[in-house]
């Protein structure tokens, strides 16, 4: 069986391929995993962390909060992008809005970990880390293979408490050190990074053979060109010339292009001449 929810332009990285279905997507994930399909349950994931936060309808003044504090709107649950649709807003400003819920600010790195897990236990982490710099939340840049091991005592007890019996890949996401969405798929734009050994040793830990955590992986930088850029041959040859993989997303809200660079200065240069932007810290 293939690998499911992959779009058409990443098939490649997707070899070899499981004997079972393997979900890429969020909207696959959430199908094949009925056990352990609660993770995606954002208000949930906040709740079992400790944060002050509940459905929008309840108002956090109610909890605490005072009315100009700052706090994040988003939806319980969002296959379609996690990260769609989540804003900052005053306590006092939260709408009843169906389906959706508030929490408390988080401040601090945002850092998504993918990890490799055999019945309930990390086994493997690879980190990645978001510019500082965001549009819509979201960061402009990742640096993939970063070095965050505080944060891997708290993932791997979270895995242990709610994945108990799974196997196969998951993806945390910290802001600060706590989460803000958990999925049952890997980061697949990060995939590029994580070296030869990684997709079999996920296939063989999904189809139940015998499993050999990969190496450290070799790392990079994935870039957004967020906004409308209209892309030129002379783009794409000038990417070619620097070493850099320049692909148009047609796929995600408000994103043009995502550069692909093992070196961060030619990935920027680049994004300086896409965008007319200076590069973000």
């Given amino acids: 069986m293939p690998f499911v929810g992959v779009l058409p332009e990443r098939r490649h990285i997707f070899r070899p391929e499981p004997r079972r279905e393997v979900a890429v997507s969020d909207a696959a994930a959430w199908r094949l995993n009925p056990g352990h399909r609660y993770v995606y349950d954002k208000l949930r994931l906040a709740l079992d962390a400790g944060l002050t936060a509940a459905p929008c309808g309840v108002a956090p003044t ?16 969002n296959l379609a992008g996690m990260g769609l649709d989540a804003r900052a807003l005053p306590a006092g400003e939260v709408p009843a809005e169906p389906g959706s819920f508030w929490c408390q600010r988080l401040e601090g790195a945002h850092t998504s970990t993918d990890c490799l897990v055999e019945n309930g236990e990390v086994r493997w982490f690879a980190h990645t880390r978001g510019s500082d710099e965001k549009d819509a939340a979201r960061p402009i840049y990742w640096e993939v293979g970063a070095a965050v091991p505080e944060v891997e005592p708290w993932i791997a007890d979270w895995v242990r408490r709610n994945l108990a019996g799974y196997s196969g890949i998951c993806n945390i996401e910290l802001i600060g050190g706590r989460p803000i969405e958990a999925h049952l798929r890997g980061s697949n734009g990060f995939f590029d990074f994580y070296g030869p050994a990684f997709i079999p040793a996920w296939v063989a830990l999904a189809d139940g053979e015998s499993f050999t955590p990969p190496p450290p992986i070799p790392g990079g930088y994935i870039i957004s060109v967020f906004g409308k850029v209209e892309l030129t041959d002379a783009d794409f040859r000038a990417a070619e010339e620097a070493g850099v993989d320049l692909k148009a997303d047609p796929s995600t809200p408000g994103r043009s292009a995502i550069l692909r660079t093992a070196d961060r200065d030619a990935g920027f240069a680049l994004y300086r001449r896409l965008t007319g932007r200076p590069a973000p810290e």
């Fill in 62 to 77: 109610d909890l605490g909060l005072d009315a100009a504090d700052t706090v994040f709107v988003k939806p319980v649950i």
